[in-house]
């Protein structure tokens, strides 16, 4: 059974940093392009980046464009973001997902940027 489990998420002041984690079982985790959507409360789920096979591209929406790093290690099935410069306006709850034609998703994990 494929499971995406995100971790990492937590209370930072803004400017702060945090690194987010989405470990992978159960599938071919190298053979796909990943993503990562975050949800605020009272808003709906967005795109936040994704990447590709092998590392070859990738894409960010413009909110966090210059801010936050999407990364993989094939190697260790998991996929990071690393967030910097945090805002109070990224606090929300951040999920990976896989780009294939069934999409799955983790569970999530909570951010808080607050002072």
């Known amino acids: 059974q494929v499971q995406l489990v995100e971790s990492g998420g937590g209370l930072v002041q803004p400017g702060g940093s945090l690194r987010l984690s989405c470990e992978a079982s159960a599938f071919r985790f190298s053979d796909y392009s990943m993503r990562w959507y975050r949800q605020a409360p009272g808003k709906e789920r967005e795109f936040v980046a994704r990447?590709?096979?092998?590392?070859?591209?990738?894409d960010y929406a413009a909110s966090v464009k210059g801010r936050f790093t999407i990364s993989r290690d094939d190697a260790e099935n998991t996929l990071y973001l690393q967030m910097n410069s945090l805002k109070p306006e990224d606090t929300a709850v951040y999920y990976c997902r896989t780009d294939s034609r069934v999409p799955y998703w983790g569970r999530g994990t909570q951010v808080f940027v607050s002072s």
């Open positions: 990447i590709g096979v092998g590392s070859r591209w990738t």
